[in-house]
């Protein structure tokens, strides 16, 4: 028993110091412009860390470019593991965490209780219902009827009720994204 007392109290400054090392750190989905620290079990080498480009990929040693806008950490490291198979290593063991964040938003504007930019949550896509509630709901006179989505260059006109009816299919929204909600004319 006092053996193993000495030897947990011996690793207890490696613990510690890998604690340090991955705080800040985390995981969940991979946006655009995020910066991600990618390791390879002992092939230090491989270890790539930088600013994901604007296309979301990630040049790395060996492999190139590797486009991980939009997965997940793991999925991310499943995916570069599978690249390393081919033809460089025979059991890879990658892990991808992401350093820093680029904050991702979108905006609600118009007849909402509380207008605003919202931040897209990092571990989950957020939908249109959901962002429309995340400003309050539609005002006594607004038009649930005739929202309209700006994403890029287009724009496209939502009929909330519908969605919320389950006639038509909520919109995962993106980085970007403008909401409007207009003013009912009766």
Known sequence: MMRFLIGLLACLPLLVRAAEENA????????RMDTVEITVFREEELATRGQLSADGSITMPLIG???????TTDQAAKAIEQKLKDGYLVRPQVSVSIGARIRRTITVLGQAQNPGVFELP????????????????VTRIGNARKL??????????????EITTGKAKDIPLRDGDVINI?????
Do not use: C, W, Y
């Open 65 to 71: 470019t590797v486009h991980l806008q939009g997965l």
């Open 182 to 186: 207009p003013e009912s004319l009766f």
């Open 122 to 137: 990092a571990n989950r896509q957020l939908s249109l219902v959901e962002a429309v509630g995340m400003a309050g709901g």
């Open 24 to 31: 800040g750190k985390s995981s969940g989905v991979i946006g």
């Open 148 to 161: 309209t989505l700006k994403r890029g260059g287009a724009v496209q006109q939502v009929d909330l009720k």
